[in-house]
């Protein structure tokens, strides 16, 4: 580390990074429109000024901090006046040919355009020229939608397929003002990393075909919270609106795990989130239908069955989380039985860049609490050694295979915890759970690093923790066997 | 200083000039067969550094020194390159179209001496991509040197061995900028690279390259030949040589004539290119292409010399000299260089990108005749918020400058289309008969 | 495929001049121009990222780049009026009419027969024999209005 003074303070700077990269480190907002710390640097947004010395003696120089090697004991304002008058005149280039059609725009509340605008700025336009008139909506593929209005030729879409999934489709055609953002004769974007680009996109240039017009972003709760789409378990904001409808996953930094990216797959996996006919609360079979009753009911009526009908088999989702699976063992413990995990197969996900293509997001923290994954193929066939099984957590009905289950004698006692209710002969007791994005707690990635998963929205009303539940129905058979 | 004595010329205008037979039959290529005998390569440096020449390609940047920023072939054994800079497109500036055209043995020799003197493994010639004539001649020289055994392997039968390779532009004023002609040699589109690193480090594929223009070249072989004390005896103490000064514009002889640097303007103006053309009075003129500024007929009289010019607020750039008699606008003439700064800025740069076409805009504005007065304010703000120094290249300096020097100089003709709302030389113009 | 193989052998030729391929991609685009019709199709830009080892759209950002490059038919005889300051001093805005007017073609577009393209252009480095235009590569310097005719009329 290199010690260099910035704003009047003495701090540790990264000498094989940019001065930008130091600031950021340090707390000190500094705009940027082209560097991105993912990203190679150009230096061609130039709005990053800020007054640097090489020394106490040294006169001071207005430069581009993403530009600017870091030297030792040099001195940094961000704050100077000749530093804020660089980035002001270089915002009004900027606005110069901006449609500043803003009440619109996807991108409105978190552009950096708009932001910084805001903040330095001038108040008043100086341009009568008329604007630039290009395309508004150019359709990119099933992800993205391009418009090249407001682009500011940032370029950090076209690093971003460079360098990440390099698989270059996105070039600045032609030059100077004319300059544009386009793929090669209009092709459509592929690849599993498109979303990416809104994500990169400084302004409301490149935009999500399935967020556009959905939602204004100031609408958002944000939590911080873990994919749940593979084994890399990449760090994402979940947020969701405030009636609890989840618009967004996007990636949230971090160097251990995803850099700054996330794949399609991840971004757009709402469809389990966000299905209806929710199961609330519990419920029983009665006859050929089912009574809603509390959890605490069903987990005694669940208590009366596993201790009647002999040593049950527990078969958990791969969606458990550390301290889900904990309670699980301990469960298992008061049973004598030792749990298992369904592990569907790989999937054709799998790339070089964060797809694992292994669906199981703790795959890893469940095996390393002695909860093995096995097909569902071969939990079935276990099954039918058994008088009782009980089958644990969101997802799992769904991944055993709802045909499967269906297909399994009336006679056998099954509880269920699950998202939804399980109506299969065999299903006795139904118990709902909360799915992912209810619930904290932790996910162990394919590499050892622990993910947290955000209760970003309630679950709803009567649904209980799994962790209650599952420790209640453990305090329930330790009592039942006291009582004997 | 005589001001008669010529070099740079005294080839071109020989018969079959650009022919091998009679390029050698003057003793060509003797001076590269001296020099790989009897100089070493810090030798050949330290003359041309003693000599004083500069750069001719717009920098005035002293070659000698150039060259002992490449790295020690001791110290540091990566291939190392010249991209010599045949991309001449600085509005007026004609001069090496004349070189690489009548003489381009002349050139290929200074590229084989700067090589010796670099240790070069290979040298591209980039060439502007209209300059079609030329290219030929330039490559039909290699291709003759190479038969010859004077550029590959061996060169002269000595251990020292250099390509040169042609290479062509497509039409870009940017890639006559020393990083964005490496990005384009590359296969890239002509962007600037930041700098640091620079090319004498961190050049052409990684590796260290020299950047010349084809003029700073073409003095190389005459320094070696006739020493560096008969260079410093021409031109000035700090702008020695003779250089090319291309006249254009309003003058009745328009060309591209051989004289020592520090040469008044005046002189030049009236000696060769004939004084301005029709009888007609001087109004206004850019010292060295149209980056430099439109300066004053009242600056007429310095001379041409980098110090000289930059005595006068402007820069001696390629020493192409425009004029402009008393009937021309200056905001016609504004909008024109506006225009093409616009045309050629790659795009990178914010200020750039937007800045060109926003005062091409506001020009065109003024002298159409629906200019505002706070439009004068306005181009003072965009040219300040361009440069110096804002962007990764010069060419957004080289937009701002003119604009600078037109509200510095000019004010009261751009508020006099202002406030009457056309231009008012255009219908003098028209009222004379000439075409609009 | 696009390519002849011919202008494939040439460019097996031309990388060898650099140490690395791509460098050859300008001048080699310059050939496919000049070969194949006057323009720079998409199934060029194909058959180039092929070779070079490059997407398409690599090659379409550069070629879009450099103005000499035509990225749509145009007409047979490329006409180029030089319009910058030298020029303009000396009547390049009187060339430009004259050349719209043998032409008939309006600038930055082809004539309806397809016999002309016409186009203005930065300046070409002729400013000492200015006003000046270049047809088909060829330089046409120190131009009278009438001369434009005289050349341009000729051509099929």
């Given amino acids: ?484 | ?436 | 495929m696009a390519l002849t193989e011919q202008l494939r052998q040439e460019l097996d030729e031309l990388v060898r001049n650099y140490p690395d391929k791509r460098a050859a991609l300008i001048p080699f685009l310059h050939r496919c121009q000049e070969e194949l019709g006057g323009w720079i199709s998409p199934e060029v830009m194909e058959d180039c990222a092929e070779y070079f080892g490059l997407e398409p759209v690599e090659i379409y950002g550069v070629a879009s780049f450099y103005p000499m490059f035509r990225l749509r038919p145009i007409g047979r005889h490329v006409v180029s009026v030089c319009r910058n300051i030298s020029c303009d001093l000396r009547g390049a805005d009187e060339i430009v009419q004259r050349a719209c007017a043998v032409t008939s073609a309006r600038v930055g577009e082809s004539s309806d027969d397809g016999r002309f393209y016409l186009e203005t252009v930065e300046c070409q480095g002729a400013c000492a024999d200015a006003p000046m235009m270049v047809v088909d590569g060829t330089y046409h310097e120190n131009l009278e209005s009438d001369d434009v005719e005289r050349i341009l009329g000729g051509l099929e």
């Fill in chain 1, 1 to 484: 580390m290199t010690k260099i003074i910035l704003n009047g303070r003495e701090v540790d700077a990264d000498p094989e990074q940019p001065l930008i990269h130091a600031c950021h480190t340090a707390g000190t907002d500094v705009p940027h429109y082209c560097y991105h710390p993912g990203l190679s640097p150009v230096g061609s947004c130039r709005i990053c000024q800020v007054e640097v010395r090489m020394n106490a003696e040294a006169p001071p120089r207005v430069m581009v901090a993403c530009r600017t090697p870091i030297s030792e004991g040099m001195i940094v304002d961000t704050d100077a006046a000749p530093a804020h008058a660089a980035r002001k005149e270089c915002l009004e280039f900027l606005l110069k040919n901006h449609p500043l059609d803003c009440p619109i725009c996807d991108k409105a509340g978190e552009c950096t355009l708009q932001d910084y605008s805001f903040d330095e700025g001038q108040g008043a336009g100086r341009t009568v020229e008329p604007r630039r008139k290009l395309e508004k909506r150019k359709d990119l593929g099933d992800v993205i939608v391009l418009d090249q209005e407001r682009c500011i030729l940032c370029s950090r879409c076209v690093r971003f397929m460079d360098e990440i999934p390099k698989t270059p489709q996105l070039v600045v055609s032609q030059r100077g003002a004319d300059s544009v953002i386009e793929t090669f004769m209009d092709r459509p974007l592929t690849g599993n990393y498109q979303g990416n680009l809104a994500d990169v996109c400084p302004v409301g240039a490149l935009t999500l075909k399935p967020f556009r017009f959905k939602a204004r972003v100031w609408n958002l709760q944000k939590s911080a919270s873990t994919c749940a789409e593979c084994s890399r378990g990449c760090s994402i904001t979940t947020e969701v609106l405030r009636n609890g409808e989840l618009k967004r996953f996007r990636p949230r930094a971090n160097p251990d795990v995803n850099g700054y990216w996330m794949c399609d797959t991840g971004r757009f996996a709402f469809e389990h989130a966000n299905a209806p006919e929710r199961l609330a609360g519990a419920a029983l079979r009665n006859g050929q239908g089912w009574t809603a009753v509390h959890p605490i009911d069903a987990l005694e009526v669940a208590r009366d069955m596993l201790v009647t009908h002999g040593t049950a088999l527990l078969v958990a989702s791969p969606f458990l989380t550390v301290e889900e699976g904990a309670a699980l063992v301990a469960l298992g413990r008061e049973l004598g039985a030792r749990p298992m995990f369904v592990s569907p197969p790989k999937n054709e996900l799998a790339d070089d860049l964060l797809h694992t293509g292994d669906p199981c997001p703790n795959r890893r923290g469940l095996t390393e609490l002695g909860i093995d994954g096995l097909s569902a193929h071969d939990i079935l066939a276990k099954i039918a050694e058994h008088e009782s099984v009980v089958l644990v957590g969101e997802r799992v009905a769904e991944l055993m295979g709802p045909e499967a289950l269906a297909a399994l004698p009336a006679a056998l006692r099954m509880i269920v915890f699950d998202s939804h209710l399980l109506d299969v002969p065999a299903a006795d007791v139904c118990i709902g759970v909360p799915i992912h994005v209810e619930r904290a707690g932790t996910w162990i990635n394919i590499d050892g690093h622990a993910g947290r998963i955000a209760h970003a929205r309630p679950a709803p009303a009567g649904v209980q923790l799994l962790t209650r539940s599952l420790e209640g129905l453990a305090d329930l058979l330790t009592s039942e066997t006291r009582a004997r």
């Fill in chain 2, 1 to 436: 200083m005589s001001g008669t004595e010529t070099y740079l010329l005294d080839g071109c205008a020989r018969a079959g000039s650009h022919t091998l037979d009679v390029y050698r039959k003057h003793g060509g290529y003797d001076t590269l067969a001296r020099v790989l005998k009897e100089l070493t390569p810090a030798e050949v440096t330290e003359i041309v550094k003693d000599s004083g020449l500069r750069g001719r390609g717009g920098a005035g940047f002293p070659t000698g020194l150039k060259w002992s920023f490449m790295p020690d072939p001791a110290q540091d054994d990566r291939t190392r390159y010249m991209a010599l800079n045949a991309d001449e497109s600085e509005p007026g500036t004609c001069k090496d179209r004349v070189l690489l055209r009548e003489d381009p043995h002349r050139l290929i020799e200074g590229c084989l001496i700067a090589a010796w003197a670099m240790q070069l493994s290979a040298v591209y010639i980039y060439v502007r991509g209209e300059y079609r004539l030329p290219y030929d001649r330039v490559q039909a020289a290699v291709n003759e040197a190479r038969a010859a055994g004077l550029v590959g392997a061996k060169i002269l039968g000595t251990d020292f061995s250099c390509e040169i390779f042609m290479h062509k532009g497509a039409g870009a004023y940017i890639c006559g900028e020393e990083t964005g002609l490496m990005e384009s040699l590359e296969g890239k589109r002509g962007h600037p690279r930041p700098k640091p690193p620079f090319p004498a480090g961190f050049g052409l594929w990684g590796q260290p390259t020299t950047v010349n223009n084809v003029e700073t070249i073409f003095n190389v072989p005459f320094i070696l030949e006739r020493g560096a004390d008969w260079f410093k005896n021409l031109g000035t103490e700090k702008s020695p040589g003779n250089f090319l000064c291309g006249v254009s514009g309003h003058v009745e002889r328009p060309g591209v004539y051989e004289v020592p640097l520090g040469m008044p303007a005046q002189r030049i103006l009236d000696e060769h290119a004939g004084g301005v053309w029709k009888g007609r009075a001087l109004k206004a003129w850019f010292p060295g292409g149209s980056s430099t500024g439109l300066m004053p007929a009242s600056t007429i009289d310095t001379p041409m010399d980098h110090d000289s010019i930059r005595g006068i607020g402007s820069m001696f750039g390629t020493g192409a000299m425009i004029l402009l008699d008393e009937t021309a606008c200056v905001v016609r003439a504004s909008f024109v260089i506006a225009r093409f700064y616009d045309h050629e800025s790659c795009g990178q740069c914010s200020q750039c990108r937007e800045g060109t076409q926003w005062l091409s805009q506001i020009f065109e504005r003024i002298e159409d005749g629906r200019g505002r007065p706070e439009d004068i304010d306005l181009l003072t703000d965009l040219a300040h918020g361009m440069a110096p120094g804002k962007t990764i290249c010069a060419l957004s300096d080289a937009a701002a400058i003119p604009t600078h020097s037109v509200v510095k100089h000019f004010r009261a003709e751009l508020l006099e289309h202002i406030e009457l709302g056309r231009c008012p030389l255009q219908a003098k113009r028209v009222a004379e008969g000439a075409p609009a």
